[in-house]
């Protein structure tokens, strides 16, 4: 997700990996770095170290390897003294795993950012149910996951993908983040097929 209204916006909309940055972005602490930086708008290596429990050398070390590829930009204007400010150089990242079936070093880079993503939404779902019992009904009635079966021929399911993404990017577009009652959400699509005995 990206920046919210009260930070500058990142240059870009998106951005579609290539064989290099899907190589670089293969590392936990970078992809952190990056969905930070999407997330908080931009900060310094410092921040970012005391947000992600790191230490300052790496998280510097990491973004300067992010900025070599693209991925993050230092923020001029924001500059104190010595320390530098970074930001997102795009909003979303996307990408086809077909894109890598002719590099092997790059598909087993995607192959390890799917996977880091499954982890995160697990780390993320048991970090809400620590804390559900805090949040309002309203907030524990709208929040949660759920899934469903289909059977379905694949340009079919890239049709429903696009819909679904065109119908958050609106909902996106129009969140009201000055509402009092709105809040920061993250949202997960995925579509997977059944294997074995349930096929």
Do not use: C
């Amino acid at each position: 997700m990206g920046s919210d209204d009260a930070n500058p916006r990142p240059a870009k909309r998106a951005v579609r990996l290539d064989h290099r940055q899907v190589r670089v972005l293969a590392h936990p602490l970078r992809m952190r770095l990056l969905g930070a930086l999407r997330v908080k708008g931009p900060a310094t290596a410092t921040t970012l170290a005391a947000l992600l429990g790191t230490n300052t050398g790496a998280t510097s070390y990491h973004l300067r390897q992010l900025a070599e590829v693209g991925l993050v930009v230092e923020e001029p204007d924001l500059a104190t003294g010595r320390q530098r400010w970074w930001r997102a150089a795009h909003e979303l990242t996307s990408w086809e795993p077909t894109d890598f079936d002719d590099d092997p070093d790059a598909r087993a880079a995607i192959e390890w950012i799917q996977g880091d993503q499954v982890r995160h939404l697990v780390e993320h779902a048991e970090r809400w149910f620590a804390v559900q019992h805090e949040w309002s009904p309203t907030w524990r009635d709208a929040l949660g996951m759920g899934d469903i079966f289909m059977t379905i021929p694949p340009a079919r399911l890239k049709a429903l993908n696009a819909e679904v993404w065109q119908l958050l990017e609106r909902y996106r577009e129009e969140s009201a983040a000055g509402d009092p009652d709105a809040q920061p959400v993250q949202i997960f699509v995925a579509a997977y097929p059944l294997t074995g005995e349930m096929r």
